[in-house]
């Protein structure tokens, strides 16, 4: 087991570390000349694309989560609307689901026992199903119309990781591709898109080599009875990741909250040195994120802010900064998650957790 884990100390921060090849790999080979995405298996054509008015997304976990910032970007690049459920709900509702509904179900191993029943359900009520999963020949994958597949490589650790950002960029590239068909994108914004993307990795790879600044943090603040994580948009997505991430290997409570809900209740739990993860890494959201984050210091949090790098308006007013190197809005859920996993992993390891495998939990839950 020692020479798996590659000279680390767990198969999850082997993992955190493989990140940028996992994403140069998802990406390979299916962008071409900066302007065209070509997904091997995915065959889904200009003329079904007219017949598609709504899309599901529907995983469990962190692939719930990979599905909640793909929902942001398919709406916003391709201009349909996404609903993303997780699985065990989507199966119980009668959702409604026809021929002209589009269903991508996401799974890292491809054997989630509730996934692939709702994958079932949606075929049978007409949908076309599009897999995103990790596995060659999974259940998934078999069942699926099209798959896609993640090339992260095989994942050990229970806390998934490398899985999450290659779904992202799965994700991506789908959205890419739909909205490409569907003539919604402009041609410079692929371009952008695709720059930035092939750019992840090296930006990634940055976060990964100042980990020193996260395993410190987490050093002096393993103790945490309660972590708050609060962001709006697409850091409101990575915050669920980021929340989800640390409760399951460090056994630490937390919870991720839209900033904007903060004043309906969770206030109330904010007291003296609560620490509270705010992600502030959005433009447009900043201003608001910014009022969010002056009500939790009022109240005496302990707040540490991700913000993006050269933006230095929450120097003196947060107790620490984590800084996100500069990529597309829609793209920098890759870099902020990056951190998150790094704090949650020292978290863990102060704690003298099993870190690879927590408590309770199993790698691929095949009972419903
Ligand atoms: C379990 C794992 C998670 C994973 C989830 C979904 O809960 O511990 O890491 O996100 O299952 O698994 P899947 O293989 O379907 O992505």
Avoid at 270 to 294: C, H, P, R, W, Y
Wanted: charged share 25%.
């Amino acid at each position: 087991e020692a020479a798996e884990k590659g000279g680390y100390e767990h198969f999850m921060i082997k993992e955190i570390h493989e990140q940028p090849s996992a994403i140069k790999d998802t990406l390979r080979g299916r962008i071409i000349d900066d302007s065209e995405i070509v997904l091997d298996d995915v065959k889904i054509t200009k003329e079904d694309l007219e017949k598609i008015d709504k899309i599901f997304i529907v995983a469990c976990g962190t692939a719930y989560h990979a599905g909640v910032v793909g929902k942001y970007v398919i709406e916003n690049l391709a201009r349909i609307p996404v609903e993303v459920d997780v699985a065990s709900e989507f199966r119980y509702r009668n959702p409604l689901v026809n021929e002209r509904t589009l269903t991508i179900v996401i799974s890292q191993s491809g054997e989630t026992a509730d996934t692939i029943a709702a994958l079932k359900e949606a075929k049978k009520k007409g949908s076309r199903v599009i897999a995103i999963t990790n596995v060659v020949g999974s259940s998934v994958s078999r069942e699926a119309d099209d798959v896609l597949y993640t090339w992260a490589g095989p994942e050990i650790a229970v806390a998934s990781t490398k899985a999450y950002t290659t779904q992202l960029i799965a994700l991506y590239l789908v959205a890419m591709d739909l909205a490409i068909k569907r003539g919604t994108i402009t041609k410079t914004k692929v371009m952008e898109l695709c720059t930035e993307l092939k750019k992840l990795p090296e930006k990634v790879q940055y976060l990964l080599d100042n980990k020193d600044v996260i395993q410190k943090f987490a050093s002096e603040h393993y103790n945490a009875k309660d972590v708050f994580y609060i962001g709006r948009g697409l850091d409101y997505a990575v915050a669920m990741e980021g929340s989800l991430k640390l409760k399951e290997i460090s056994y630490i409570h937390s919870e991720a909250y839209p900033a904007g809900e903060l004043k309906h209740g969770t206030l109330a739990l904010v007291e003296e040195g609560t620490l509270v993860i705010a992600l502030a890494t959005q433009d447009d959201l900043f201003e608001k994120m910014l009022s969010n984050i002056k009500e939790v210091k009022a109240r005496g949090g302990f707040l540490v802010a991700f913000a993006k790098q050269g933006n230095l308006q929450l120097e003196g007013v947060v107790d620490k900064v984590i800084y996100i190197p500069e990529t597309l809005k829609e793209l920098t859920p890759v870099l902020t998650v990056v951190p998150l996993q790094l704090l949650a992993y020292y978290m863990a390891v102060e704690k003298g957790c099993d870190v690879d495998k927590p408590r309770n939990l199993a790698k691929s839950v095949t009972v419903e």
